[in-house]
Each structure stands twice: as C-alpha cells, then as structure tokens.
C-alpha cells in the first residue's frame, strides 16, 4: 500500500503577470496571488492527485476570473482602493484659496471589492476539488507602455 501526503498549510499561488483590456478599452497588466489550502484530501487526490495539478487548475480558473473582473471593470476602478478619495495636494491648495481644476472620478467598487468579487466567483469553481480559496489579491497592476504614455501626456497637458 502507498500513503499519500498532503500539506495541512496554507499554501501560495502566484499567477503570472497578464496583460488585460479594461471595461474602457485600455490595457493594464495585472499580477495576481492567492493562498488556499485543502479542505478534502481524499476528493483532492481523486481530482487532482497532486499540487502540481492543483496549480495548473487555479492558474486556469483564477486566472480567468481576473481577466473576466478586469475587463468589466475601468481603469480606475482597479486602480484605486477607497470610494472618497480626496487628493492631499487639492486639499492643501484649498487653505490657500487656490484651487486646481480636479477631475478625479468617482468609482463604485474600488480594488479590494473587486478581489472579494474574484475570490467568491473561484471559491465556488474550486470546491469541486477539494480545494479552499482563502485569499486572492493583485500584487501588482501596472499600465500597459501606450497607456502610461497616454496618462503622462494628459498630466503634462493639465499643469500647463
């Protein structure tokens, strides 16, 4: 007979950095991670057999998700954390009287409403292998070349 064994830790998934097109057309690249653990050995082994597999799984399905929750989603949403953002520059400006013209939109969700968006979505494809989803976050998002170039040229056009 053969024994099995299987970690009881909280185990690491790192997805590899995509490039996604958000709701509004631009491009971001988005790197992803996640920790999970297994909650059912033995559907676990009959399923996936061994973590290699089990990665390759989250890969697929975590990885979908993203793109899935990136691209109905704009920019700014996965950008920026909080709902009520008010710049620190635009509110010291205000002491002094001088106030700079400030188009910063609001957002409905934000990043972190986002992520729990993804986690819940994987959590319900997962459970089917014995696996449980316990975290998924972006490490990090980053504009693709021609976007970062499209921001820094509006930024330079609203300081002159």
């Known amino acids: 007979d053969k024994v099995n064994r299987f970690d009881k830790r909280v ?16 491009y971001l690249i988005v790197d992803c991670f996640a920790r999970w653990r297994i ?70 969700l934000g990043r972190g409403e986002i992520e729990k968006k993804i986690t819940e979505r994987t959590r319900q494809k997962i459970a089917d292998f014995g696996i449980e989803l316990l975290d998924e976050r972006f490490k990090r998002s980053k504009y693709n070349p021609a976007v970062a170039e499209k921001i820094i040229e509006r930024m330079s056009s609203e300081r002159h």
């Open 39 to 108: 909650s059912d050995p033995l559907l676990y082994y009959n399923r996936l057999n061994d973590e290699r597999s089990a990665l390759s799984r989250l890969d697929d399905i975590l990885g979908s998700e993203t793109r899935t929750a990136v691209a109905t989603h704009d920019l700014v949403e996965i950008i920026r954390v909080t709902k009520g953002r008010q710049p620190l520059r635009d509110t010291e400006l205000e002491k002094t009287g001088t106030i700079l013209p400030s188009n910063i939109p609001d957002i409905q």
């Open 11 to 26: 185990l690491a998934w790192d997805g590899p950095p995509t490039e996604c097109p958000t709701k509004d057309k631009l």
